[in-house]
């Protein structure tokens, strides 16, 4: 659970898991917000871009905004931006199931370890391929260890779910305290975790641990964690931020990833870029130009008047200058410029020595102090020569000074400001699930696989639902929530989404049948497979639905890409394509289908839907095995 204190190591585990997802993965910048908070722009796949944040001590995740960072960037950022900018995220690990994490990134012909430390006060530490610290955040140095530059980091702990059923039980066996104590200490679960895995188990949290059924609490822990690493399920409750909803908590609000909910659930680092907005007035185009016109013609002005100062006081110290130019001419003949220098320092009561103020060996010239004026004088050239070159530039800033009053005469056309205030669709519990909203308003949702087929009859499917299924062997598992008119929609989008599509046909047949009628428990000497279950009774059946999805971009009232049933589809979106079985890969499909939209799209829509329109938004869709687009 994660508190306002922190993350512990479950959600660790929970977050590294969804992060590992979004691989491969790029480094964009890398930003440092204060002493402890870092943000890294991550790179994906079909331009996607992700903010992962991080504040050492206390969590990690992805957000939907950094803060403002400083304008001049902290060292130990600009430390990272050298050795990681550009570099390829090879992985994302966990430390066991301890509060430390690790972004294995690869840059050229080396491998980075960039480690982040949520326990205590936090760090983060660059090591080279060998985890040899380059540089942490903080110094540290404990009784065991050192988090130094040249130190080696141990990048290893302990994971009692990755025991074998042997040390497992052996570590039980040999504990001291109660099931609850050694779970949560021993194994790092952590008081509310403990619990539940004795919960699934139904021992006593009392029980010594040395006593209860150690392959029965080894299978329950493993079931907790495989929750947790791939069928997460994000709430905020009365008690925290979760990946998985624990027995008898109270759910307050869900979210389709746990990034999503810790991004929701911690309180936005101070420094936002509304509050960095605040009070500043927004200007125009043309106003924006004209200032930095304005001020360009200033910086010229006085580039212009410093130059005519210095040939005036050239011209009034004539005498003393030609004199300087000639001596020093004739010294450089036969001296070194380190050994004039040093004349000139050990002659400083000299007053033509006095008045040179520092040498210029590369250019063969020197600073002269003439009645107050730093000049530069070239002593290989005559006082005349050196005169061209300050009226030289005098005639340089004038051009540019009256280049720029002529555009600042010329009218700047101030563009159109035609903002659109689109709101992006909202992450909603079932988005992690096949889904479409019928025609008359009933959602409909399907599995993506054996696991979520499972998930949705067990804990979704109510009493005035219907369970609808293609009469084929493999393929999702669809749940109607409840009545509907328009339940040919829901035949067609349960044909589509099985593997009817995926051998390539084009109508399949489907059954529906009531909540009560579905069962996981089989007859005597038969299995029912992870995902399957028994339907019993009559079903009503629905011959040769015909196989076909329409996915397309919904405007109102939110900006969205959704997919289902064409009768579903295509009245709620601006544009859309429909697919039907046919050659390309999904992911080949999903590119296809983006390009396709955007055709449809006039530039400055395009602009202001890229956030929405984009092959991950597409992909989540389109059907399994081959597809091709119908040509509308």
């Known amino acids: ?54 504040e050492t001590g206390r969590r990690a995740h992805f957000t939907a905004e950094f803060p403002v960072p400083p304008k001049n960037p902290p060292s130990f950022a600009m430390l990272l931006r ?35 430390e949520l326990f205590d006060e936090g760090n983060a530490v660059l090591c ?30 302990s994971d009692c779910s990755s025991l074998s059923p042997e040390a497992f039980g052996s570590m039980l066996a040999q504990s001291d305290r109660d099931i609850v104590r050694t779970l949560a200490v021993g194994c790092m679960l952590g008081g509310a975790y403990a619990e539940e895995v004795c919960r699934i188990v139904g021992v006593e949290k009392s029980a010594a641990a040395a006593e209860v059924d150690a ?103 004539y005498t003393a200058v030609a004199g300087i130019i000639a001596t020093l001419d004739e010294a450089s003949k036969n001296r070194s410029w380190q050994e004039i220098e040093k004349v000139l320092k050990e002659n400083g009561d000299n007053p033509a020595a006095k008045m040179v103020r520092a040498v210029h060996p590369a250019d063969a010239a020197v600073d002269v102090d003439l009645s107050g004026e730093r000049v530069k004088i070239h002593v290989h050239e005559t006082i005349e020569q050196n005169l061209g070159r300050y009226y030289d530039q005098i005639k340089k800033f004038k051009k540019k000074k009256t280049g720029a009053l002529a555009a600042m005469e010329r009218t700047v056309p101030e563009k159109p400001r035609t903002k659109r205030n689109l709101p992006l669709q909202k992450k909603r519990w079932y988005h992690r699930f096949r889904w479409f909203t019928t025609s008359d308003g009933t959602l409909v949702i399907g599995g993506r696989d054996a696991s979520q087929n499972e998930e949705l009859v067990k804990k979704y499917m109510e009493g005035g639902d219907l369970f609808v299924h293609a009469d084929v062997h493999g393929g999702s598992v669809v749940i ?85 049933p064409p009768g579903a589809v295509t009245g709620r979106t601006k544009v859309w394509v429909e697919l039907r079985p046919g050659q390309f890969e999904p992911n080949d499909t999903a590119r296809k289908v983006v390009r396709a939209l955007r055709e449809k799209l006039s530039e400055d829509e395009w602009k202001g839907l890229k956030n929405a329109l984009n092959t991950e938004a597409v992909a989540a869709f389109v059907p399994p095995g081959g597809s091709d687009i119908v040509e509308s």
């Open 82 to 116: 050298k050795h990681l900018e550009g570099g390829k995220v090879l992985g994302i690990r966990q430390l066991g199931l301890e509060r430390t994490m690790s972004l294995d990134i690869g840059k050229r012909d080396t491998t980075y370890h960039l480690i982040f």
């Open 480 to 564: 109607v929530k409840g009545a509907t008119e328009h339940l040919d929609e829901a035949v067609r989008f349960a044909a589509s989404y099985s593997n009817a599509w995926k051998a390539g046909h084009f109508t399949a047949d489907v059954y529906a049948a009531r909540p009560d009628q579905v069962s996981k428990t089989a007859e005597s000497g038969e299995y029912v497979a992870r995902g399957a279950f028994i339907v019993r009774g009559e079903r009503q059946y629905f011959r040769n639905a015909p196989l076909g999805v329409a996915i397309g971009l919904q405007m109102v009232p939110e900006v969205a890409v959704i997919g289902g």
């Open 215 to 317: 392959e029965a609490v080894r299978e329950a822990l493993e079931r907790l964690m495989a929750d947790v690493g791939q069928r997460r399920e994000p709430v905020i409750t009365a008690s925290g931020c979760w990946p998985v909803v624990l027995a008898g908590d109270e759910v307050r609000e869900r979210f389709a990833t746990f990034s999503e909910a810790l991004d929701a659930f911690y309180p936005k680092t101070v420094g936002g870029k509304e509050e960095a907005a605040a009070g500043k007035p927004r200007l125009s185009q043309a106003e924006v130009i004209r200032r930095r016109q304005a001020e360009a013609i200033k910086g010229f002005e006085k580039k212009i008047e410093r130059n005519q100062r210095i040939v005036e006081v050239i011209y009034e110290n």
């Open 1 to 54: 659970m994660a508190t306002l204190q922190g993350m512990s190591g479950v959600d660790l585990r929970a977050l590294v898991a969804e992060a590992a997802d979004r691989l491969p993965l790029w480094v964009g910048k890398i930003y440092q917000f204060d002493a402890k908070t870092l943000g890294i722009r991550l790179n994906g796949e079909d331009r996607a871009k992700y903010l992962f944040l991080v």
């Open 128 to 157: 080279d391929e060998g985890y040899t610290i380059i540089k942490p955040l903080w110094h540290h140095r404990f009784k065991t260890r050192e988090v130094v530059p040249g130190a080696v980091y141990a990048f290893e702990g």
